[in-house]
């Protein structure tokens, strides 16, 4: 939404940028809170146990799943934080000052945002037919292949990259909530919460590694095999589906689709 939001007159500088951008949040935490009623949804939430980590961690299947989702993070973020300034550096050899930066922001809105919600809701019908295991391989096979690919068009013809990046995007999101579906599928109900939260927080930290990453790849071999260390990630989430694919828990998800 950002680099949609730089391309409004009215947004002159980065502090514009960032104080509307808060706004919109705002509006949207003030929409949620008076838009959904909870009042006769009262849910006591339960105390954290440290021996539900150890738990989760004994759950094979479980960790698979958690596996999948580590690989899928080590691509995400570091590719939509960092998508904005390749796409900015390889259109410097085509454009230049005010074309350059309109063409930089509209298409990074076009890869992260838009592609973004085409894979989110495309991913989830795909995956409710073929199953969640299947599905999340196919994506990230080609989330990773995107990612070794695009460099390659750096300072190429814009069109190129262009249509690499709507695919990234796409299919970069598009496994991202199967792996939190999978996890409430195989974690007992009781731990379904920590469970969840266990995810979200080593995903999320592993993130931190890959965005310093590329931050010292593309300054040393450059931006055309920058990106290529992010495929690290996807083939390891396809190992753990593919392994979780065959085990007898599996069938716990997706209505027995695996």
Not at 243 to 255: F, I, P, Q, T
């Amino acid at each position: 939404m950002p680099h949609l939001i730089l391309n409004l007159p009215f947004i002159r500088d980065w502090q514009a940028l960032l104080g509307f951008s808060s706004l919109l949040a705002f509006t949207g935490a003030l929409a949620v809170f008076f838009g959904i009623n909870n009042k006769n949804k009262k849910i006591k939430a339960n105390r954290l146990k440290w021996n539900t980590i150890g738990k989760i961690l004994k759950n094979k299947s479980l960790m698979l799943a958690n596996l999948g989702y580590f690989g899928h993070q080590w691509e995400l973020y570091a590719m939509w934080t960092w998508i904005p300034v390749f796409i900015f550096s390889s259109f410097s050899f085509y454009y230049k000052g005010v074309h350059l930066l309109f063409m930089a922001g509209i298409v990074s809105f076009l890869i992260i945002g838009l592609s973004g919600v085409i894979g989110s809701i495309m991913g989830g019908i795909v995956s409710d037919r073929i199953g969640r295991t299947l599905s999340t391989s196919i994506y990230l096979f080609i989330s990773g292949s995107c990612a070794i690919i695009i460099g390659l068009t750096y300072g190429g013809t814009p069109i190129i990259t262009i249509a690499i990046g709507v695919i990234w995007g796409i299919f970069v999101i598009a496994d991202s909530a199967q792996f939190s579906t999978a996890v409430t599928e195989l974690s007992d109900i009781t731990i379904r919460g920590s469970a969840l939260t266990f995810q979200m927080a080593i995903g999320f930290l592993i993130t931190v590694g890959s965005i310093y990453m590329i931050d010292i790849l593309r300054t040393t071999i450059g931006w055309h095999w920058a990106f290529a260390v992010l495929s690290i990630g996807p083939v390891i989430g396809i190992a753990a589906m593919i392994n979780l694919r065959y085990r007898k828990e599996a069938y716990a998800m997706c209505n027995g689709r695996r």
